[in-house]
Every structure is written in structure tokens, then in C-alpha cells.
């Protein structure tokens, strides 16, 4: 398609993507445009007021000072720029980024935030090795902090992202800390494996004298590969464990061995949705129960996430079945092909490895909504505009 229809297309999914509380995923749809042609000015509008809601959802004063003032410029520039290409948008919603641009100006101080705003004053490490980790990270947005959203500078590159305060009735343990502690440790933990996988410059000693026959179907094997498929495993694992935090944290409930990711927000299955969910302000916590959707029901796949089918078709045949991977292509299917592996599911070793990292970026917004789903006295909190 033409540039200013992929952009048009591109900022209408963020806007559906930020309506539904997945903000993070919404960001990176405007961006996508703006990366496309920095001018289209709808996009640029539309993410810095996603950018303000967002900010409305943290619990770090720091933060939110900065997303303001990210904000307060994306909106400045828009309408700079409708009078400029007015044919790019709706010149008519004008008024509406101006006045938002003002409402940002009149609650924060934005020149004592851009003065103090130090984003590139931060070390990314003592060795190369770890500093290129880092800023890999940082450019595919895989840090546990919000700032990662607004830009990739070393700031950001720190997985600083953590529980809100909350109050414990007397002589209780933090249980909620120390499952979140887990979930952050194998995150990171997964996003190094894919990081070591697809960085190895030389095969790794114990896969010297190991026999394997060539199966002519170009097959890729060693320790590199097997990271880049426990990153996976891994990171696709976390969901299930998000699911039994928010059945202790929000009290469903469910039996600890019916709790999955998938069915967690339904009474039973097929039935209708928790009152909890159906009924909730709560702008994250709408987020993760779209993600969910994303991942498991047919009908969302085809339409916001199509990836989303085959990453939960690679994670069945990599945990219960057989995954080839090919180092350059995929053979042919049919009869004709004598050396296509009718058993396996093939994929080369470049989509095994963009998979798995579109798969961690959905790992992080769902802890990133995980953690600003927090839990009022009344219930879930409801997103401040």
C-alpha cells in the first residue's frame, strides 16, 4: 500500500489498541507510522495523548513528569503540522490536541522537566559486551520500565518497573513482592537467552563430537538455537504465572490447577466475563484481558495479533511435539519433496527468532499492564484521564 494508507491504518489500530488499555502495544503502532513519514501528524497527535493516559496509569511522579513532557511535544508538533498538510488528517480535531497541549502546560512544569531530564547521563555497562545487550534492549523495547516506551536511551535501560505501595493486614507476608520478583527473573532471563542465541559468533564447546545426520532438509542445531527455543518456552510460560498472581492478588478463586491465562477471566468456561472484568474502569487490567484474547482466541488473532497463531502453534509443538529448524528456508510441502519432514513444524531460524522476541515484547506489556493493574479499595482503579 501507499505510504498514507499503511500510516492511516496504522494509527486506526492504535487507537483501537489504546481504547482497550494496551497502551504499550498502541505507542508502538503510532510509532510505526511516524516511522513511516514523521509528518503524518494523526499518529504523532494521537500518541502524544496516548502518552498522557499512560501517564496517568504510573505511580512514579518521575516518570509521569517525563511522559508529560514527550507528550506536551508530540502534540505541539501535530498542530504545527495540521496547518502545514492539512490532507493528512481531520483538520477539524484541531481544537482537540490544542486544548490537550494546553491541559498538559497548565498541570506540569514542563521547562523544569526538560532542563532536569538528563535521558543519555546513565551508564550502559562497564564491558562492550554488556552494553551492546543494553542497547539492543533498548531499541526493541524489552527494558521492565516505562521510560523504554517514550525512548530508547540509556535512561531507560534499567528494569527498574515494580509494585505500587499497598498495604498488608498485620503479620503477613509480602507474597504478591516476592511473586513479582520471580516473574521479573525470568523475564530477563529469557530476553539474555535470546539475546546469547542470536549473538553467538562461534558453536559452543559441547556441541563438539556430537553425531547428528544430515536429514538434506538444511536443519540447524547447536546451544545457540536451543537458547533462542528456552526464551521462548520461557517467556511464553510467564503468562500462565501472571494468571495465578491475579487470582491471589484479586481473590477469584479458581482452583490453583485450573488457573491459565486463557480462562482466568471467566467464572466457567464459555460463561460470561468476572463481574470484576466486565464492570472495571481498571484501563491495565482491560489491557492484559485483551492480551489474553490475542493469544487464545481465534477470532482476535485473525484481526489485532495475527502472529499471535503461530506463536501459540510454535509454543504447542516445542513443548509437546517436534520443531525443525531450518538455517536457510523451509522445503517445499507434497510427495514430490522426499526430504520434507511430514512430522515436524518447520520454521527457519530467522522466524524462530523474531518470533520469539514479538513474543517477549508481549511478555513485557503484559507485566508492564500487571503492574499498573492496581487494586483500590474498591477494586481495580480506574484509569484517570
Not at 508502538?28 to 501517564?55: E, H, Q, T, V
Not at 477469584?252 to 491465562?261: D, I, M, R, T
Amino acid at each position: 500500500m501507499e505510504p498514507v494508507r499503511r500510516c492511516q491504518i496504522l494509527t486506526n489500530l492504535g487507537n483501537q489498541f489504546d481504547a482497550l488499555g494496551r497502551f504499550v502495544e498502541a505507542r508502538a503502532c503510532w510509532s510505526a507510522a511516524l516511522a513511516i513519514d514523521p509528518r503524518f501528524w494523526m499518529a504523532k497527535a494521537n500518541r502524544g495523548r496516548g502518552l498522557m493516559y499512560y501517564a496517568a496509569a504510573l505511580y512514579d511522579p518521575g516518570h509521569e513528569g517525563v511522559f508529560a513532557y514527550h507528550a506536551y511535544r508530540d502534540l505541539a508538533k501535530a498542530v504545527e503540522l495540521i496547518n502545514l498538510l492539512p490532507h493528512l488528517g481531520d483538520p477539524g480535531v484541531q481544537r482537540a490536541f490544542v486544548q490537550a497541549a494546553k491541559q498538559i502546560a497548565q498541570h506540569y512544569d514542563l521547562e523544569a522537566i526538560g532542563q532536569s531530564y538528563r535521558p543519555d547521563a546513565w551508564s550502559l555497562g562497564e564491558s562492550p559486551t554488556e552494553q551492546a545487550y543494553r542497547r539492543w534492549c533498548l531499541k526493541h523495547t524489552l527494558f521492565l520500565n516505562p521510560l523504554n516506551d517514550v525512548d530508547p536511551v540509556p535512561i531507560a535501560a534499567q528494569d527498574v518497573l515494580s509494585l505500587p505501595d499497598f498495604t498488608l493486614p498485620a503479620g503477613k507476608p509480602p507474597i504478591v513482592t516476592g511473586m513479582f520478583n520471580e516473574l521479573k527473573q525470568l523475564f530477563v532471563s529469557a530476553r539474555w537467552l535470546l539475546w546469547e542465541g542470536t549473538h553467538a559468533e562461534e558453536a559452543h564447546f559441547s556441541d563438539r563430537e556430537v553425531l547428528l545426520f544430515n536429514t538434506l532438509d538444511y536443519p540447524s542445531y547447536g546451544l545457540s538455537l536451543e537458547k533462542v527455543k528456552m526464551a521462548f518456552r520461557l517467556g511464553y510460560s510467564l503468562f500462565d504465572k501472571i494468571a495465578y498472581f491475579l487470582n491471589f492478588y484479586l481473590g477469584l478463586g479458581v482452583a490453583e490447577h485450573q488457573v491459565s491465562f486463557r480462562t482466568i477471566w471467566r467464572e466457567k468456561k464459555g460463561g460470561p466475563l468476572r463481574v470484576l472484568v466486565a464492570n472495571s474502569e481498571n484501563w491495565p487490567l482491560r489491557g492484559l484481558y485483551w492480551l489474553s484474547k490475542d493469544l487464545f482466541e481465534k477470532e482476535v488473532k485473525d484481526t489485532t495479533e495475527p502472529e499471535a497463531r503461530a506463536l501459540a502453534e510454535l509454543r504447542n509443538h516445542l513443548e509437546h511435539k517436534y520443531v525443525k529448524v531450518c538455517e536457510m528456508s523451509v522445503p517445499l510441502r507434497g510427495k514430490d519433496h522426499p526430504f520434507h519432514d511430514t512430522l515436524a513444524y518447520y520454521v527457519t531460524r530467522l522466524e524462530l527468532e523474531q518470533k520469539t522476541l514479538r513474543l517477549l515484547q508481549l511478555v513485557r506489556s503484559a507485566l508492564v499492564y500487571l503492574s499498573l493493574a492496581r487494586r483500590s479499595a474498591d477494586g481495580p482503579g480506574a484509569r484517570r484521564g
